[in-house]
């Protein structure tokens, strides 16, 4: 079959991915390149941070889990680490090795440097013979292919007609990377802080700012993100600042993954799309070549 995929992030090429290894025609439509996308602004690191329990996130989590494994790909460690603020989280069981740790979990899994991870992910695309056009697209409608993916992130919203899509920015802070063994995130204050270290850099951060439209970053959030996360992990006292981004997470109250006639919707990843591209881009492999999830 001919498949047009909307959007080239995380969601839109692990799609793609899929959908040509199975035989399809797959061509890519995005706005603007990866590197530009939600998932290249990421932190990286592989858990559902999600409230409310929903048995697809703890599947789709491990099947991610389960690909990064198995792709020895660049940009991508795996790492032991602690979330903290809740001892007994529902989607401990999608993670490799966990373990109670004080007033959290400490466990194992996949962090990913997600810029480095994308130029690779497009280029093992490009090598499954996908096509890459880089234009805004007002409509699925009128497109050269049997079904359409979509796969937009944000913009996925409007395609659909779906007004319950909520930009949620997030703005990180890049550190120099001072040898940091593992990632930390604490829920435990008002907002949550986070520091994910990468080998050359660490991404510290954060915000969740819902109705945010802007990337611009601010000043002064740059130093209450600085100020939390050296409380939060002392060894990043005096670490070089590199730079500041602002990512706008795309939330919806759910992940909607379903086809629609020749249309298969999916989108609203919220702050876990890295967590959950893989998992989903195999259910959509499966919405597009069969008609059904198995
Ligand atoms: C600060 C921050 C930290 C995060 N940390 C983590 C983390 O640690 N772990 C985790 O799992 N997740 C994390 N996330 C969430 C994650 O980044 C998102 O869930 C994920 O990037 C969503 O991927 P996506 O492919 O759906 O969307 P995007 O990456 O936004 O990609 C959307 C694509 O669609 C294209 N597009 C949009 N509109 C149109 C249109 N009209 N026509 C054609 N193309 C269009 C865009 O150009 C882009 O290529 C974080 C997000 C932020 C902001």
Known sequence: ???????????????????????????VVAAAPPAESTSAAAGGVLYPPVRRADERIVRWTAASLAVFRGQDAPGVRFRRGRVL?????????AVEDPVRDGDGVAF???????PVYLGWLL????????????????????????VVVNAAGLG??????????????????????????????????????YVIPHGGHVVCGGTEEPGRG????????????????????????GAQVLRSLVGLRPFRREVRLAREGDVVHCYGHGGAGITLAWGCAADVAALVTAGRVP
Request: a negative charge.
């Open 123 to 146: 280029s093992r695309v490009a090598a499954l013979g996908v096509r890459v056009e880089y234009r805004p697209l007002s409509t699925l409608s009128g497109l050269d292919a049997d």
């Open 156 to 193: 996925a919203g409007p395609l659909a007609g779906d007004a319950s899509m909520v930009p949620v920015g997030g703005q990180v802070v890049h550190v120099a990377d001072p040898g940091l063994p593992g990632f930390v995130v604490d829920g435990t204050g008002p907002g949550v802080t």
């Open 108 to 114: 194992t899994t996949a962090v990913v440097d997600t």
């Open 85 to 93: 603020g809740d001892p007994d989280p529902w989607w401990l069981p």
């Open 1 to 27: 079959m001919r498949v047009t995929v909307a959007g080239a992030g995380i969601v839109g090429l692990s799609s793609a991915y899929r959908l040509a290894e199975a035989g399809h025609t797959v061509t």
């Open 214 to 237: 802007d990337t611009d970053p601010n000043p002064g959030v740059t130093a209450d993100i600085l100020r939390r996360c050296e409380a939060l992990e002392p060894r990043l006292a």
